[in-house]
């Protein structure tokens, strides 16, 4: 598949510096005039920020595990999780995003990550991993009902669900359905683009 014009950028936590890709704005803007909901891949949010800061602290949850990340856009988290994780398997909804995110894997020559073009109502086919990944994937009420249902089929197959979501208030019901299972959470400030936005990372079991 054709990619488009990129530059990369650069990421810093305690523990690693990770230089991974990003589409040009402007070549976003012109792909995606006619439908910018599609386009939410191509950026990196707060909440995978904040995702990545909750693992930084909290290693041993990711350690050795057999890791699934769900419309992951440019897959910041599973990229960082990679590190420590036995397999990775990083995949979003859009194939641009998947051109991406290998890009950056082999930039960053870690192997043991696998990237896949995949819709997470069809996550449920996949193996099974020890840990779900998610980030801000709960903006738009109208896919609330489909994405519990997938976050359900995990956790009653014992899988860990780490799901980071910015404190905004559209968010807060689906949130407060998923607490009954929450074991921990974590909050913290995500600066980006001059801009501090509230993060929740929750873990569900």
Same mark, same amino acid.
């Given at each position: ?5 990129? &530059? ?10 990770? !230089? ?7 070549? *976003?803007?012109?792909?995606?005039? =006619?439908?910018?909901? /599609?386009?939410?891949?191509?950026? $990196? @949010?707060?909440?995978? *920020?904040?995702?990545? %800061?909750?693992?930084? +602290? ?8 057999? *890791? ?23 995949? /979003? ?7 991406? *995110?290998? &890009? ?15 819709? @997470? ?16 994937? =709960?903006?738009?009420?109208? $896919? ?5 249902? $997938?976050? +359900?089929?995990?956790?009653?197959? +014992? ?18 359905? %998923? ?5 921990? +959470?974590? =909050? ?7 801009? !501090? ?7 569900? &079991?």
């Amino acid at each position: 598949m054709m990619s488009l014009p990129q &530059k990369p950028e650069t990421y810093f936590f305690k523990d690693q510096r990770l !230089e991974i890709y990003v589409p040009e704005e402007q070549a *976003i803007l012109d792909k995606y005039r =006619n439908n910018k909901d /599609d386009a939410y891949w191509a950026q $990196v @949010w707060p909440a995978s *920020i904040g995702l990545c %800061l909750f693992l930084e +602290q909290h290693t041993h949850l990711i350690r050795n595990k057999q *890791i699934l990340e769900l419309a992951a856009g440019l897959g910041l988290p599973g990229l960082y999780a990679a590190s420590f994780a036995k397999q990775i398997t990083i995949t /979003d909804k859009e194939p641009l995003a998947e051109v991406f *995110i290998k &890009k950056s894997a082999q930039h960053l020559d870690l192997k043991n990550i696998i990237t896949k073009t995949l819709n @997470w109502k069809d996550a449920t086919k996949e193996p099974l991993p020890e840990v779900l990944l998610l980030s801000d994937v =709960n903006y738009e009420p109208a $896919v609330f009902e489909e994405l519990k249902q $997938v976050l +359900q089929f995990f956790l009653e197959r +014992q899988v860990t669900v780490m799901i980071s979501t910015p404190q905004r208030l559209v968010a807060k019901p689906f949130i407060m359905e %998923l607490l009954p299972y929450s074991s921990l +959470q974590w =909050n913290c400030t995500v600066s980006l683009h001059q801009k !501090e936005t509230g993060v929740s990372v929750f873990v569900l &079991k």
